[in-house]
Structure formats: C-alpha cells, structure tokens
C-alpha cells in the first residue's frame, strides 16, 4: 500500500539556519504531494502542495519539488526563525481522497 | 469563515466504556474525515464519508468503532468498549469533495482541533 517516509526528529537549529526535512514515498500511479504543519496547540494546517512530477509548492518561504525519479518531496527552507517551531508532516493523497502520513518532525529552532 | 468544530476537546475514560466524540464540518463541505493519531505517530484514517454515505472505511476496527453522519452535516465517532490502546487525538477534517481543484491549493483537507482521548 501506499506510504510516506521522514526523517526521524527532533531537528533543533539554530535562527537563520538552512532548514531540509527529507521525504520519501511509496504509491502506485501519480499521488498529490502535501506537506502539513502542527503548532503547539494548534490543529494540522496545509503548508504546501505539489500535484505532478516537478512541481514545486511554496508557501511562508517553505518550498519542496515533487521528484517522481526519486520519489522524494523534501522539504526546505533558507532561514528558520523562532516561530518556525513545529510539528512537520509529508503526506500523500491519491484522487484527492484520503491523505497518508509520514510519522511526522520535530523541528525545534533556537534564538 | 467558522473552521471545523470538535468536541470534546479532552476525554479521560476507564478501559471497557464507551466513549463519542463530534464534530461539525466546514458549512458546504461534502466530504468529511475521521484520522486516529497515535502519540508519535502521522494521522491514519478511519473511516472518510461523502455526504451521508462512507467512501473508505478499510482502516475502522468494526468491532468497537463506529461513525454516522446521518444528514450529511455533522458527525458522530463511538468506540465501544475502549481499550488501552485506543489513546489517541481524534481528528475530524473536512474538503469540499475529493478531486476537485478550487483555488490556489486545490480541494484542501481543513482539520479541527482534534479530541485527545485517554484511556486507563
């Protein structure tokens, strides 16, 4: 069946740091791409998303390319801040259905 | 926009009792989601409803978990009786229906704030 893979956390860095959380899947055919973020005391919000091979999906200076050859979606960003603190999910969806989720990373960012 | 609505927020029940979270989807959403996440874990759906009827409910434990959305507006997660390990949040999300591309970043899942359960 479907499923995603993510590098294991916490990630801690420190403010202005180059941040990469890698992700890989596994999936038949060509599935959505996403990446999700969780808050402290917040509920799952979308981050970004990538629909077919080579897309990249950007958002809040986050961005990831969808790379069918590898079947990664990892994630990036050039200078983490303090509030960038959060829970990471990769996730995938096909026909825009359910989504499946990686375990999720811990990213921790330090002044 | 009012987001997706869940209650409780927070429940602590003894093993063997039953337990019913719920929740009230985005106005005009059609499809709606039930994800069980385990401490460490990622979201895995449960059971996915469009309107009143389940598209996908291959991950439910049918045993002991059931679900409803009889008006295809809000819905009811039960899980009768709990066991330990059925500690978990409870997520309910909500789209407008599956496939559908609108706006910027197509037919998006909106989760609500969840409902941690814990059982003893």
């Known amino acids: 069946g479907d499923s995603v893979t993510q590098m294991e956390g916490p990630v801690t860095l420190s403010e202005e740091a180059f941040l990469t959380i890698n992700c890989t899947y596994t999936?038949?055919?060509?599935?959505?791409l996403f990446w999700y973020v969780q808050y402290p005391g917040e509920g799952l919000q979308l981050l970004l998303k990538?629909?077919?091979?080579?897309d990249k999906g950007s958002n809040k200076g986050f961005e990831a390319t969808y790379r069918k050859e590898t079947t990664s979606f990892h994630l990036e960003k050039g200078s983490v801040q303090v509030s960038d603190s959060a829970v990471y999910f990769c996730?995938?969806?096909?026909?825009?259905?359910?989504?499946?989720f990686g375990a999720g990373t811990i990213l921790r960012v330090k002044s | 926009e009012a987001g997706v609505a869940q209650s409780p927020r927070y429940k602590i029940i003894e093993k063997r009792q039953s337990v019913a979270f719920w929740c009230n989807p985005i106005?005009?959403?059609?499809?709606l989601y039930w994800y069980q996440q385990i401490l460490g874990q990622g979201p895995k759906l449960l059971i996915q409803?469009?309107?009143?009827?389940?598209?996908?409910d291959s991950q439910l434990p049918k045993d002991r978990f059931s679900a409803e959305r009889l008006k295809g507006v809000d819905s009811t997660l039960k899980i009768q009786p709990a066991k330990l390990e059925d500690s978990a949040v409870y997520l309910c999300?909500?789209?407008?229906?599956?496939?559908?591309?609108?706006?910027?970043?197509?037919?998006?899942?909106?989760f609500g704030p969840g409902t941690r359960l814990t059982v003893l």
């Open positions: 999300a909500s789209s407008l229906r599956p496939g559908t591309s609108v706006g910027p970043l197509g037919n998006e899942q909106f």
């Open positions: 999936a038949t055919g060509y599935p959505s």
């Open positions: 990538a629909t077919k091979a080579d």
């Open positions: 996730a995938l969806s096909r026909y825009g259905n359910k989504l499946v």
């Open positions: 106005s005009g959403h059609a499809t």
């Open positions: 409803f469009q309107n009143n009827g389940v598209v996908d």
